[in-house]
T-cell receptor, first 107, second 113 residues
Framework: KNEVEQSPQNLTAQEGEFITINCSYS?????LHWLQQHPGGGIVSLFM???GKKKHGRLIATINIQEKHSSLHITASHPRDSAVYIC?????????FGTGTSLTVIP | KAGVTQTPRYLIKTRGQQVTLSCSPI?????VSWYQQTPGQGLQFLFE???????NKGNFPGRFSGRQFSNSRSEMNVSTLELGDSALYLC????????????FGEGSRLTVL
């Protein structure tokens, strides 16, 4: 049983496209995190959400607590956005992770 | 502000040995959490410490243990290593635990032969 489901698993986009990655979860949570991992690299936290919407530059994250769903949007995608994006949920002091979405942005 | 530091970055062990990994959090952060990442299982939560107390533990056997010191530095130990323990072990620090922003270290890559 997977507490966190992400879609799509793989995504290829042309530079400049609008991208959406989805995350659905089945447990009650206190927070949801969106993480970014570059090949061979460490993990960077993009967003931590408990409600509503957050925006950092070209990245937007939304969460609907009632529907247990979150989305990560990338506007005007760029090749440097190529990475694995991971959704993580926390019911409180522990974490469940999605399997990640591998994004490739082609120039 | 210095980031999260994990040591060693790479290590090779043989089956049956034990290993200790270290994580120094960002100054002022009292929460340290540990994760295992493998190609097959992805990221999995190991445990979380806050002010020297383990607050939660993931679904791993007792061979996996950890501790946190009064300066918030944390160590994890894996005893009686198995081939399946080969993985990237990551730690993250936070000012608040799971409800706060996570700052990850670069990880310790363990290979068990």
């Amino acid at each position: 049983k997977n507490e966190v489901e992400q879609s799509p698993q793989n995504l290829t986009a042309q530079e400049g496209e609008f991208i959406t990655i989805n995350c659905s979860y089945s447990v009650g949570i206190s927070a949801l995190h969106w993480l970014q991992q570059h090949p061979g690299g460490g993990i960077v936290s993009l967003f931590m959400l408990s409600s509503g919407k957050k925006k950092h530059g070209r990245l937007i994250a939304t969460i609907n607590i009632q529907e247990k769903h979150s989305s990560l949007h990338i506007t005007a995608s760029h090749p440097r956005d190529s990475a694995v994006y991971i959704c993580a949920v926390s019911p409180g002091n522990q974490f469940y992770f999605g399997t990640g979405t591998s994004l490739t942005v082609i120039p | 502000k210095a980031g999260v530091t994990q040591t060693p970055r790479y290590l090779i062990k043989t089956r049956g040995q034990q290993v200790t990994l270290s994580c120094s959090p960002i100054s002022g952060h009292r929460s340290v959490s540990w994760y295992q990442q493998t190609p097959g299982q992805g990221l999995q939560f190991l445990f979380e410490y806050f002010s020297e107390t383990q607050r939660n533990k993931g679904n791993f056997p007792g061979r996996f243990s950890g501790r946190q010191f009064s300066n918030s530095r944390s160590e994890m130990n894996v005893s009686t290593l198995e081939l399946g323990d080969s993985a990237l072990y990551l730690c993250a620090s936070s000012g608040r635990g799971a409800d706060g922003e996570l700052f990850f270290g670069e990880g310790s890559r363990l290979t068990v032969l």
